[in-house]
Structure formats: structure tokens, C-alpha cells
DNA sequence: AATCATATGTCATATTATATTACATATTAG
DNA sequence: CTAATATGTAATATAATATGACATATGATT
């Protein structure tokens, strides 16, 4: 439903929260957006602040990481992705208050434990 | 289920993600913390990790308070819930919708119609 | 083996975010 | 009116994050 996509794509995740959940070190997840693998909004003071969506494809990334794919392996696959998408097109747009309440009732139902060796099974 | 309960108190989320998932100042969930009503964890670097059942509660807290009921009344009925649900033993506690159901009576006896500024759309 | 690319670690410096405390103030209750 | 309540605001200190540079382990290539 529409209303999801928007709620995970909601930005209010710092850095320090998505290491928690992926149990990554800011310097891979910085890395991987250098590579262009994620692109997490800024907020006023330029901090990077991720989405569930963000966290949906780093926990992707490092699936795809310890499976021994390369970076650019993952970007290529990415971009492929894109492509698809981009052919189907989709606009949605919601009041920020409605985004808040429904982001709200997303991130209470967050599902799918990041578990360091556990293959995330990516269902956040 | 059980694993869901560990990820809804996960204390992950600092104070700025609160402010932006609960629309409130931080002045504000900190002066609710100082009131007795909410128990976030602190990190090693003595910042509020919060988590998705401290928002929960504090989206509660937020939706009685427009209701016009005052912080002193809202912890004597959180105490009052706990009680009950001690007497009936811990494994069996109150249902979210019998917790709102006591709430709301509360609401009742708090006397007259508070209307205050209803702007408080406690959609949220 | 030597070299190179990749992925990550680590350190230094600058800026933002948060904690704490205190005082101010608008609104409500008595 | 006066006190209590709930929130704003400001000052100061510390933690978190950003950026850039250099280091290094691992695996690939020559």
C-alpha cells in the first residue's frame, strides 16, 4: 500500500541507530554510500539521517556482501533495479503530519532482528 | 511473540528521532521522563536511547495530555494499571484496549469538559 | 613474490546534538 | 489574586557525527 512505502521512507534514523540495527561500523555505512549504494537524506546540520528503507537495503548490501559480492557487483544489480522500477513510475504524497502518524505506527511494527551472523532475513 | 517484544524494547532511538516521531519539543519528553512517566535507557555517553514502547507510551502520554488530563493524574492511573495488572499476575496483563478503557474513565472523572485547544488530532 | 585494488580501521579537526541547570512565562487551578 | 503546572529559553559541557587523510589486511593480477 502506498502509505507504507511512504512511512519507511520516512528519514529520522542517525547514524549511530543504524549501526545498532545492522551491525555495521559508520565507516562501512558511509563507505557504501560512497560507492553509491545508499544515498540517506541530511538533515540541517548535514548529519545523514536514514529511512527504513535505508536500513531495508544496508542490511541487503551486507547480505550480498558476505555472499562475497563486490561493491560494483551490488551497484550494477542495484542500477538494474532501477531501471525496472523507473518503468513502472509511481507519485504518492502525503501531509508531513499523516507521514509522521503513519511512520509512527511502521516503526512499531518493525519486524526481523538484525543478528550479526543470522543471514539478515531482511524482513525490517 | 516474544522476539517482537525484544525488538519493541530495543532502546536504539535518541531524543531527536522521539522529537520527530512524537511531535514534541525535547524539553518536553524530558520533562515527562522528570515526572516519573517515562524510563529511557541512557548509552554510555549519557544520551536517551529510546524504545519503540517508550515512544508507544509517550504517544499515549501526549494523547491524554491534549485530552486535558495533567501529568499527576496520568501517573496515578499508569499506577494504578500496574497494580492490576500485578493482582493479576504477571503473565497475564492488561490488554492494550482494557488499558485505554481504564484510561478513559480516568478521563471522565478528571471533571468538565476540558476542551482545550483540540488541535490535538491524536491521530498519531 | 611484488604489485594493485578493495574494504575497513584509525586519527585529527570541526561542527552538531544532547544533557544539565537555571530562570522565564503563559495558562490553569484554588 | 496567587500558586502550581507545563513549557520555553539560554548557558555550559560533553558526546555524536562529518570530513579527510593515512594505514592495513585481504585477495586478485601480473
Known sequence: MK???LRRSLSVLPIGTVMKLTNLTARQIRY??????VSPERNEGNRRMYSLNDIDLILEIKDYISDGMNISKIKSVYEQR????????S???LSDQEARRLLSDELLNVGGLNSKDVK?????
Open 32 to 37: 557504501y554510500e560512497e560507492q553509491g549504494l
Open 91 to 93: 507519485n504518492n504524497k
Open 82 to 89: 532501477e531501471k525496472e522500477a523507473f518503468s513502472r513510475g
Open 120 to 124: 539478515s532475513n531482511n524482513s525490517f
Open 3 to 5: 502509505e507504507k512505502d
